[in-house]
């Protein structure tokens, strides 16, 4: 019993040990709460139970009399004894002690001779006896009365550990939500800085082709009409005239070049398929990659976010390929499939490494590039998947298409 005690208090105090070490619960709720004793009865839940110590006196002594005919004068207190431990277990210590004091006078009164009176023959034993009953009457209400308070403490220290436990659900549950609304508002601002820096990405890609790209045809210009007076140079202004002209033409190549890999133009013309086709070509020929683009030839067009989305995903994955990977070729899937758009990009590389792949699948270690790709994918609502082994390696994407874009895609199919 005692160790039920020691269990309970133990368990209370490490779960208020936890809740203090957490910060989830202050000093002052863990000292209100250690502080709180055993609640007395309040008079109408005291009455009833000397009511029923009462009764049960009168049982026993009832029960006596019925038994008299066997057992005679011989040991009276044969029926009072479970009379007190019932009393002493359930009803407490007054009730127990009256229930006790009842039995002890009903059974004088009744039962030792001469019955009917509190005079008796033999003083000797009959006192002898009476002291025996009360004393072992004492012992057992004093074990029933320390029994019950070990009860009483061991439901106490249990509530104080529900109680703690409730307070710790609680803040749990607080500081989840709080954590989550956080999340929120990151993803928020990421979106949005993406959002940015694709719109700063679009401005500086037009000024680019609208203003450094007009300059420099403007100096092409120049350069032709110098060309024409060559004649009138000696070989080596002509040879540096002939050599600004073609850095000139060089320049204009790159200039354009990044302007379309800022953002590609055919983008917001012709749509996603127009504008990977291009990006294939161009990167074939700049890493000499042999990359196969499978895409349907009437493929529709999507939400500018969607569209935008899996071109930086294709534009990515193909980056990763040409540095990392070692591989010639790469194969690119897109197609349309109950209401998704499933995107694939396969590579016949080293692969990834298995450490890298657990860093690449959790979502706090992950590299820029693939951690942009992610971020993208699901804010459209889709998920990114990376398989690799010895063979190669495959980057996997499913986004959801709305309604409007599956219906305005098989109109152009069917046109």
């Known amino acids: ?15 208020y040990s936890i809740a203090l070490h957490c910060g989830l619960l202050s000093t002052r709720q863990f000292r209100g709460s250690s502080l709180i004793k055993i609640s007395e009865d309040s008079p109408s839940q005291k009455v009833p139970r000397y009511v029923l ?21 011989n040991n009276p ?46 003083p000797k ?21 320390a029994n019950r308070r070990s009860l009483a403490k061991s ?44 719109e700063e990405h679009r401005q500086i890609a037009r000024e680019l082709h609208d203003s450094v790209g007009q300059l420099l045809a403007g100096v092409g210009m120049n350069l032709a009409v110098v060309q024409r007076q060559a004649n009138q140079l000696d070989p080596d202004g002509a040879r540096a005239l002939s050599d600004n002209a073609t850095l000139i033409e060089q320049i204009s190549r790159e200039i ?16 996603l398929a127009s504008a990977l086709r291009w990006y294939v070509d161009g990167f074939s020929q700049r890493s000499k990659i042999a990359v196969e683009l499978e895409i349907p030839q009437e493929f529709g067009r999507l939400s500018n976010e969607t569209e935008i989305a899996i071109f930086r995903m294709v534009q990515e994955c193909l980056t990763n390929i040409h540095r990392h990977s070692g591989s010639n070729a790469a194969t690119i899937r897109v197609r349309e499939e109950d209401h998704k758009l499933l995107v694939e990009v396969t590579d016949t590389g080293k692969g990834i490494p298995l450490e890298k792949q657990s860093e690449l699948s959790s ?44 219906a305005e895609s098989s109109q152009e199919e069917i046109a």
């Not at 002493?88 to 009164?109: E, F, K, M, Q």
């Not at 009953?133 to 009365?145: K, N, P, Q, V």
Request: with cysteine; glycine share 10%; hydrophobic share 45%.
């Open 256 to 271: 354009r070049t990044i302007s379309h890999l800022l953002h590609p133009p055919l983008l917001d013309a012709a749509g």
């Open 1 to 15: 019993m005692n160790c039920c005690i020691r269990d309970g208090r133990q368990r209370c105090n490490s779960a």
């Open 53 to 73: 110590a009462v009764a049960i006196a009168g049982l026993a002594i009832l029960l006596r009399r019925l038994l008299n005919p066997l057992l005679g004068i």
């Open 363 to 406: 979502s706090g270690r992950t590299g820029v590039g693939f951690r942009g790709m992610r971020e993208r994918i699901r804010q459209l609502g889709g998920t990114l998947a990376i398989r690799s082994d010895g063979a190669g390696t495959v980057v996997a994407a499913t986004v959801p298409l709305s309604d409007s874009e599956t």
């Open 77 to 122: 207190y044969h029926t009072v004894w479970p009379a007190v431990v019932l009393s002493a277990w359930y009803c407490g210590l007054g009730p127990s002690i009256v229930t006790a004091a009842l039995s002890w006078l009903g059974v004088w009164y009744w039962f030792i001779p001469p019955t009917g009176s509190f005079s008796v023959e033999d």
């Open 155 to 198: 439901r106490l220290a249990e509530e104080q550990v529900r109680r703690a436990h409730d307070e710790l659900e609680q803040k749990v549950r607080e500081r989840t939500a709080d954590l989550n609304q956080a999340n929120e508002s990151l993803r928020e601002l990421s979106s949005r800085l993406q959002q940015m820096r694709d």
């Open 125 to 145: 034993s009959v006192v002898s006896g009476m002291i025996g009953f009360l004393a072992f009457a004492g012992l057992i209400i004093a074990l029933g009365e």
